[in-house]
């Protein structure tokens, strides 16, 4: 009797998780120096006000401005590909 062939991906996706892993760390390092240095820059009189400023602005230009939901589908390819349900 012929064994079903069971295809085991476990070291793939161990491989990934060690990738996918290896990249937080690296971005949460860049984050905490990034923290780091905008705490320096705001104890700084001159160069902490430009920093807040800046902030600000990327903030409000940013975070707060409004998006249509057809914007953020069409760039994400929703209407590109056939839903597959």
Known sequence: MQQ??????QDRLAEIFRQMDNQVT???KVA???????QF???TPE???T?????ASMITQSLLSFVPN????SEEGY?????EN
């Open 41 to 43: 820059a705001v104890r």
């Open 51 to 55: 920093y807040l400023r800046e902030a």
């Open 79 to 83: 209407y590109l590909n056939p839903i």
């Open 70 to 73: 057809t914007f953020v589908l």
């Open 32 to 38: 905490y120096l990034k923290i780091q240095s905008w």
């Open 47 to 49: 160069i902490g006000a």
């Open 4 to 9: 079903p062939y069971i295809d085991n991906q």
């Open 26 to 28: 690296q971005e949460s």
